[in-house]
């Protein structure tokens, strides 16, 4: 079985341009994840999907991250325009509403804005 | 608020020494989960253990052991006889069922073991 995709791994990007992350959950996973890394510091949640619903965007900086799931399956995070400060890791995370709620992580994607 | 409390910021120790990483937590739920990750350098996060909070019992896996405290609300993770290879960072987190079970990590703490 196919973990958690995400793409792209690694991102260069100048201040104030757009990005994009995007990821692919396990097959069967409704539940859908976004968290943000930074450096020497735990995940923290920036949006949570059932489905296709976003149920709990709170920490998620609506100025410039937007987040969708449109067919309740692949999901796509942008930031626009990107700051020096979003220097991180993206992770994206999937769990199975039947199971015991593990979430089964990506490898990430890691932002540098310069 | 933190919810998640890992004090210990970096461990070092010598191959083949036991290690115990904290881990103290925070909720009014009655329903939760306690788990443990390992992130590696290569950055993915690996799953090692998942508790509910209704099951207090201790677990042993090979080399790696847990020990679940509610009265203390610790969920403490002890690797014995460490190797090389566990070397990485450990978060501990926690799920909670008015929070649509979402993991909220602690800071991680840093393990380095030495040959």
């Known amino acids: 079985e196919a973990g958690v995709v995400q793409s792209p791994r690694y991102k260069i990007i100048e201040k104030k341009q757009p990005v994009a992350f995007w990821c692919n959950p396990i097959?069967?996973?409704?539940?859908l994840y976004w968290y943000l890394q930074n450096l020497g510091q735990g995940p923290e949640l920036l949006i949570r999907y059932e489905n296709e619903e976003a149920v709990d965007d709170s920490q998620l900086p609506k100025d410039r991250f937007s987040a969708e799931r449109l067919k309740g399956v692949d999901s796509t995070l942008k930031i626009q325009p990107a700051e020096l400060g979003d220097s991180a890791v993206y992770l994206c995370?999937?769990?199975?509403?039947?199971?015991?709620?593990?979430?089964?992580f990506g490898e990430g994607s890691r932002l540098t804005v310069l | 608020a933190q919810k998640v409390t890992q004090a210990q910021t970096e461990i070092s120790v010598v191959e083949k020494e036991d290690v115990t990483l904290d881990c103290v937590y925070e909720t009014r739920d009655t329903t939760y989960y306690l788990f443990w990750y390992k992130q590696p350098p290569s950055g993915e996060l690996v799953f090692l253990i998942r508790?509910?909070?209704?099951?207090?019992q201790n677990e042993i896996s090979g080399r790696y052991s847990w020990n679940f405290q509610k009265s203390t609300s610790s969920f403490n993770f002890t690797i014995t006889a460490s190797q090389v290879v566990d070397s990485a960072v450990y978060f501990c987190a926690l799920s909670e069922a008015n929070s649509g079970y979402a993991l909220n990590f602690g800071k991680g703490t840093s393990l380095l073991v030495t040959p």
């Open positions: 508790r509910n909070s209704f099951d207090e």
């Open positions: 995370a999937s769990s199975d509403p039947r199971g015991t709620g593990e979430l089964f």
């Open positions: 097959s069967g996973h409704n539940t």
